[in-house]
Protein backbone atom coordinates (compact mmCIF):
# COMPACT_ATOMS: atom_id res chain seq x y z
CA UNK A 1 0.00 0.00 0.00
CA UNK A 2 1.57 3.54 -1.15
CA UNK A 3 -0.12 6.90 0.25
CA UNK A 4 0.97 10.10 -1.16
CA UNK A 5 0.45 13.30 0.46
CA UNK A 6 0.73 16.80 -0.90
CA UNK A 7 4.05 18.74 0.02
CA UNK A 8 5.14 22.19 -0.11
CA UNK A 9 9.06 21.32 -0.83
CA UNK A 10 10.00 20.37 -4.54
CA UNK A 11 10.56 17.23 -3.90
CA UNK A 12 11.06 15.77 -7.58
CA UNK A 13 13.11 16.60 -10.59
CA UNK A 14 10.63 18.39 -12.88
CA UNK A 15 12.23 17.44 -15.88
CA UNK A 16 11.80 13.53 -15.14
CA UNK A 17 8.04 14.17 -13.46
CA UNK A 18 9.44 13.08 -10.05
CA UNK A 19 11.53 10.90 -8.12
CA UNK A 20 11.76 7.29 -7.94
CA UNK A 21 11.22 5.96 -4.31
CA UNK A 22 14.53 4.15 -3.33
CA UNK A 23 12.29 1.56 -1.01
CA UNK A 24 9.83 0.07 -3.79
CA UNK A 25 11.23 2.07 -7.01
CA UNK A 26 7.77 3.58 -7.51
CA UNK A 27 7.67 6.77 -9.22
CA UNK A 28 6.59 9.88 -7.32
CA UNK A 29 4.93 12.72 -8.94
CA UNK A 30 6.56 16.14 -8.28
CA UNK A 31 5.20 18.24 -5.04
CA UNK A 32 4.15 14.69 -3.32
CA UNK A 33 5.79 12.68 -0.78
CA UNK A 34 5.77 9.28 -0.72
CA UNK A 35 4.54 6.66 2.42
CA UNK A 36 4.29 3.13 2.76
CA UNK A 37 1.48 1.37 5.56
CA UNK A 38 4.24 0.93 7.89
CA UNK A 39 5.80 4.36 7.83
CA UNK A 40 2.20 6.21 7.62
CA UNK A 41 1.46 4.17 11.04
CA UNK A 42 4.76 5.11 12.55
CA UNK A 43 4.33 8.78 11.73
CA UNK A 44 0.90 8.24 13.57
CA UNK A 45 1.83 6.64 16.72
CA UNK A 46 4.61 8.97 17.21
CA UNK A 47 2.55 11.71 17.36
CA UNK A 48 3.17 13.97 14.27
CA UNK A 49 0.48 16.24 13.29
CA UNK A 50 -2.23 16.16 12.16
CA UNK A 51 -1.68 12.40 11.86
CA UNK A 52 -0.62 11.57 15.03
CA UNK A 53 -4.11 12.75 16.22
CA UNK A 54 -5.30 9.45 15.11
CA UNK A 55 -3.30 7.68 17.54
CA UNK A 56 -6.12 7.64 20.29
CA UNK A 57 -8.85 7.33 17.57
CA UNK A 58 -10.84 4.52 15.81
CA UNK A 59 -10.48 5.63 11.77
CA UNK A 60 -10.22 4.62 8.39
CA UNK A 61 -8.60 6.35 5.52
CA UNK A 62 -9.23 5.83 1.77
CA UNK A 63 -8.22 7.39 -1.05
CA UNK A 64 -9.49 7.75 -4.57
CA UNK A 65 -7.56 9.63 -7.00
CA UNK A 66 -10.59 10.71 -9.59
CA UNK A 67 -12.01 12.95 -7.00
CA UNK A 68 -11.12 16.86 -6.31
CA UNK A 69 -10.76 16.09 -2.46
CA UNK A 70 -9.91 12.44 -2.62
CA UNK A 71 -8.46 11.39 0.78
CA UNK A 72 -11.40 10.72 3.00
CA UNK A 73 -10.89 10.03 6.92
CA UNK A 74 -13.54 7.92 8.92
CA UNK A 75 -14.03 8.89 12.22
CA UNK A 76 -16.31 7.30 14.53
CA UNK A 77 -19.33 9.01 15.06
CA UNK A 78 -21.49 10.29 17.97
CA UNK A 79 -21.59 7.16 20.37
CA UNK A 80 -20.53 4.52 18.21
CA UNK A 81 -17.54 2.13 18.93
CA UNK A 82 -16.52 1.37 15.21
CA UNK A 83 -16.02 2.49 11.80
CA UNK A 84 -18.77 1.75 9.87
CA UNK A 85 -18.14 2.14 6.43
CA UNK A 86 -21.49 2.73 4.74
CA UNK A 87 -22.35 5.18 1.86
CA UNK A 88 -21.78 8.69 3.20
CA UNK A 89 -25.40 9.18 2.89
CA UNK A 90 -26.36 6.62 5.39
CA UNK A 91 -23.26 6.50 7.77
CA UNK A 92 -22.71 7.24 11.54
CA UNK A 93 -19.32 7.91 10.46
CA UNK A 94 -17.33 11.61 10.93
CA UNK A 95 -16.33 12.01 7.48
CA UNK A 96 -13.29 14.53 6.52
CA UNK A 97 -12.49 15.04 3.00
CA UNK A 98 -9.48 16.83 1.65
CA UNK A 99 -6.96 17.24 -0.95
CA UNK A 100 -4.16 15.86 1.35
CA UNK A 101 -4.41 13.36 3.95
CA UNK A 102 -3.42 15.83 6.37
CA UNK A 103 -6.93 18.09 5.09
CA UNK A 104 -8.86 15.48 5.57
CA UNK A 105 -7.69 14.44 9.27
CA UNK A 106 -7.84 17.98 10.34
CA UNK A 107 -11.31 18.08 9.26
CA UNK A 108 -12.56 15.30 10.54
CA UNK A 109 -11.12 16.23 13.84
CA UNK A 110 -12.76 19.31 14.00
CA UNK A 111 -16.33 18.31 12.61
CA UNK A 112 -15.75 15.12 15.59
CA UNK A 113 -14.72 18.47 18.21
CA UNK A 114 -17.86 19.75 17.30
CA UNK A 115 -20.31 17.33 17.52
CA UNK A 116 -18.56 16.66 21.23
CA UNK A 117 -19.73 20.58 21.77
CA UNK A 118 -22.96 20.35 19.93
CA UNK A 119 -21.76 22.79 17.69
CA UNK A 120 -23.48 22.92 14.20
CA UNK A 121 -21.10 20.74 11.65
CA UNK A 122 -19.60 21.94 8.20
CA UNK A 123 -21.13 20.80 4.53
CA UNK A 124 -20.18 17.47 3.45
CA UNK A 125 -17.14 19.09 1.16
CA UNK A 126 -17.21 15.90 -0.95
CA UNK A 127 -20.18 17.86 -2.82
Known amino acids: MTIYDSCNE ?17 QVPVGFQHYHADELLKKIHEGEKPLG ?11 SPNYPNPYLVRLTGENKGIVDLKPSHLTADILGYGKTLGEAVTMALEIQ ?8 AFTDACE
Open 10 to 26: DTGDKKHGGFYCQKCGE
Open 53 to 63: QLSEKTFAVQH
Open 113 to 120: ERQKNNTP
